[in-house]
């Protein structure tokens, strides 16, 4: 087990975890762009084609992140009560599981794409595309499920850089194969949109294989410590505890970007090309707040099953005000620079218009964003899922729908005022549900003020930029 989680300062050991995960991340996202990239070499109706696929896509990967987040959870507490043994039952028991309910749902996928993005309001020539798109990720959905349990696993016991160097991997691989396959390089024919599929089904695989290995290393994956049936039924029953909650949450937030998608759809393929583009980009951008939260569940959980509680604090105040400042910060960014970022991808007008409206809109919302996301990711650590489950609920049924579905009624910059909204009714809502655990909880939290905080934080930089100008 790596003690680091459990006697580092709070500070560096977030920062120790936070910085491989967000640099693997950002490969991964510089890596989709890339694809995005490409296949907007091959015109807009082909960037149309991956965003309307762009919401089921997120509804599967979604699912199985709630999975992965329930596994983190349980394995990062067994790990903090030094039961090492048993994080590796329920490590393996879990990328078992799931590995095979993946290849179930690809093959329900596989047999629904014509109804599903008819649904969606994708015309017959797009649907085309996007069956020769979707074919191939269902293929290779289980080599996903497997990599996502096992780096869940692995961040559980504080192991980051091997994950990271995989991660990186993968997506060179996919980068590589993209430009072959989809423009016919040498002996590779020119497949197009399908290319790129078959270009991520390759990296996925690469990458599962390379992290199985990194997890029989480090004694988290091993078929001989599933002894028993009952032992099984046991495990997968407090997997499920968390992972259930984790999942309705997950799955929650692919519903709401459908939908989206769906009112997006009204204003024609430029309007679904650039709410295509504009995701990728904030999936980009938003790389350190999405690091943050992904290892705040593991490090929650391993202080947690340690009965550290005090360390719980100071995850909650460090983490919060980092998500605020990185929002700012990249809000400022894109209200400077978004139409040079959005014109790499396309050369339609009309577009880098409709995307640049949507960080001006959407990107003053991004630390309320964060926010959400932190405290969700802390009730997971403390096996709080249900919390989770509420918060996501009430962001997504009760704030998102019913706003951006009222703002499609009255033009597209609506749609992205309603999103901006949401966000921030979200932060809000999550701190009443934060105060109202730290208060059941006897947390010292509870008195403390964040503005005080965020004063000691511009006051140590500003003292520091003297000190660096004498």
Not at 213 to 237: D, N, P
Not at 294 to 320: C, E, H, M
Not at 419 to 425: D, F
Request: hydrophobic share 55%; glycine share 8%; charged share 10%.
């Amino acid at each position: 087990m790596d003690t680091g989680l459990l006697n580092k300062p709070v500070k560096n050991a977030l920062v120790s975890m936070a910085a491989p995960a967000a640099f693997g991340m950002l490969m991964t996202f510089i890596f989709q762009l890339v694809d995005t990239f490409f296949i907007g070499q091959l015109g807009t109706k082909e960037l149309a084609a991956i965003s309307f696929s762009y919401p089921i896509y997120i509804f599967i990967v979604s699912f199985f992140m709630g999975t992965a987040a329930g596994v983190s959870s349980v394995v990062g507490k067994a790990l903090g009560e030094g039961d090492s043994s048993k994080a590796q039952s329920l490590t393996t028991l879990s990328i078992l599981v799931f590995m095979f309910l993946s290849v179930l749902l690809a093959v329900a996928g596989i047999f629904t794409i014509q109804p599903t993005f008819s649904l969606l309001g994708a015309t017959a020539e797009t649907i085309a595309m996007i069956s020769s798109y979707m074919l191939p990720l269902y293929i290779g959905m289980f080599a996903l499920v497997g990599t996502l349990i096992g780096n869940a696993a692995l961040m559980s016991k504080g192991i980051m850089i091997q994950t990271t160097v995989i991660m990186a991997i993968g997506g060179i691989i996919n980068v590589i194969f993209d430009y072959f396959l989809i423009f016919g390089i040498g002996l590779f024919p020119a497949l197009g949109l399908q290319g790129a599929a078959i270009a991520t089904l390759i990296s996925w695989v690469s990458i599962f294989g390379l992290m199985l290995l990194v997890l029989i290393k480090e004694g988290l994956f091993s078929l001989s410590s599933l002894r028993s049936f009952s032992q099984a039924k046991v495990y997968f029953k407090e997997i499920m505890s968390i992972a259930s909650p984790a999942i309705a949450a997950q799955i929650l937030n692919p519903v709401a970007i459908a939908v989206i998608t769906r009112m997006v759809s009204q204003y024609g393929d430029n309007a679904i090309a650039a709410y295509g583009i504009v995701t990728r980009i904030e999936s980009l951008i938003l790389t350190g707040i999405l690091a943050l939260s992904v290892i705040v569940t593991p490090f929650v959980a391993q202080n947690y099953g340690a009965k550290s509680y005090k360390r719980l604090d100071q995850v909650i105040a460090y983490s919060g005000r980092m998500t605020v400042y990185w929002g700012l910060f990249f809000f400022a960014i894109m209200v400077l620079f978004s139409q040079s970022i959005i014109s790499v991808f396309t050369d339609s007008q009309e577009i880098i218009e409709y995307g640049k409206m949507y960080f001006n809109l959407v990107g003053l919302s991004f630390p309320a964003f964060g926010l959400a996301l932190i405290t969700t990711s802390f009730f997971n650590g403390v096996q709080q899922a249900s919390l989770s489950l509420r918060l996501t609920l009430v962001k997504s049924i009760i704030f998102i729908l019913p706003l951006t579905v009222v703002g499609a009624w009255m033009g597209l910059t609506f749609i992205w005022i309603g999103i901006a909204i949401a966000n921030v009714l979200a932060a809000v809502y999550a701190k009443k549900l934060l105060n109202e655990w730290l208060e059941s909880n006897h947390s010292e939290l509870i008195m403390a003020s964040p503005l005080f905080d965020y004063f000691n934080d511009i006051k140590s930089l500003w003292s520091k930029r003297r000190i660096s100008q004498k």
